[in-house]
């Protein structure tokens, strides 16, 4: 079932129908109490078995069979993706009523296409099996300005928070589920920070001394991973002539900016692989799924700005910096002049006195920043 649902997707479109007999075409139906067994399988099916996860619309419906009674089947839409899915076997194409595996050369054409497609397009695209209900109203009304339209589904549209999946219906976009939902996670699973502090140097569950897996939209998710660094860092007390002067293990603008970089900069796409931040004794980790996007490498970052998020980064160049947020000189959390970069390396000099290290690993499929504490 993984290989032809990402072969539909690779494909146009499909439909699929669980209930019905393949060879004489009799409506057969699923019983009542197993179909939400039977949905929840295929969404399994759909953010388990298939890279990265496929997002398609599951409905149940009725229907009557040849001797009049009613029936309850599954209808499995499935949409062209903007992505090229991997099956457990893997790539396929849909080609009449089979699936072929792809040739080197058809993937690598279709890999091209479709990877152009998705820096562009994928933080505004629809989130199938989201419902208008996930948002929430008072966490997009903080984006409403004098120029903003008062219908709310207008606004929403105008703010690509929701967009068009079927004629006349309407679903959430990734942005949207980012942005102003509550739980993001319950529709984008890998949608939150993980973050531990250890006692000790390396990853070790016996030194761990504090964890907490941070959710929320994505302004929350922020302050809170800030205030889980402040909160388990050391803070070295130094009396002087005028009293205590504090040194604390590493510059909380630096470590906001390394923050909202990894949440405005990760590719979503990429399905169980979250953000990590892991605090150690000596330093601090921030892994950010993706590859570095376009034409940056790890030697251009302090120079240049590209952003694989457009819609998050500006959303976020909305958003006010949260008050409890300590020794931060900007007004909002995004900085649309490429200075985030720069501040974490010299702040971070300047208390450490060790430069933060970027690295790519895993086939540049993650980013590392290390951020060294100040002895």
């Keep these: 079932m993984a290989d032809e649902l990402a072969a539909m997707a690779n494909s146009c479109c499909g439909v699929f129908v669980l209930g019905v007999d393949d060879k004489s075409k009799m409506i057969v139906g699923i019983p009542e109490d197993k179909l939400d067994i039977v949905e929840t399988w295929i969404r399994n099916i759909c953010h388990d078995l298939i890279e990265p996860q496929l997002y398609c619309q599951i409905a149940k419906v009725h229907l009557f ?47 091209q296409q479709r990877s152009q497609t998705r820096m562009i397009y994928f933080d505004e695209q629809a989130v199938v099996g989201s419902s208008l209900d996930c948002l929430d109203k008072k966490l997009w009304d903080k ?33 949207g589920i980012l942005m102003v939902s509550d739980a993001p996670q319950e529709y984008l699973r890998s949608a939150y920070i993980q973050a531990v502090a250890y006692s000790g140097t390396v990853r070790d569950s016996a030194d761990q001394l504090d964890a907490q897996d941070i959710t929320g939209p994505l302004d929350v998710q922020i302050r809170d991973a800030c205030l889980f660094v402040r909160r388990n860092m050391k803070v070295r007390g130094e009396k002087n002539e005028w009293g205590r002067e504090d040194h604390p293990q590493y510059s909380m603008r630096a470590i906001f900016e390394a923050v909202v970089n990894a949440v405005a900069h990760r590719d979503y796409s990429i399905s169980g692989s979250k953000i990590r931040l892991h605090m150690f004794a000596d330093r601090v980790e921030i892994f950010s799924p993706g590859a570095i996007p376009n ?81």
């Design 295 to 375: 034409s940056l490498s790890v030697e251009t970052l302090p120079f240049r700005q590209i952003s694989r998020n457009g819609l998050i980064s500006s959303l976020l160049a909305r958003c006010a910096v949260p008050l409890d947020i300590p020794d931060n000189k900007r007004t909002f959390i995004m900085d649309r002049r490429g200075e985030g970069v720069p501040v974490i390396i010299k702040d971070s000099i300047a208390l450490s006195g060790i430069a933060p290290v970027y690295k790519t690993f895993d086939n540049n499929a993650e980013l590392l920043l290390t951020i060294y504490a100040a002895t």
């Design 143 to 175: 984006f409403r300005s004098s120029l903003s339209p008062d219908d709310d589904h207008e606004f929403l549209v105008k703010m690509s928070f929701i967009t068009e999946y079927e004629t006349g219906v309407f679903v959430p976009t990734v942005s």
């Design 65 to 111: 069979d040849n001797n009049g009674d009613e029936k309850v089947v599954i209808r499995v839409d499935v949409d062209r993706s903007l992505f090229v899915h991997k099956g457990p076997d893997g790539y396929f194409q849909r080609i009449g009523s089979s699936k072929r595996e792809m040739s080197p050369e058809f993937l690598a054409r279709l890999f």
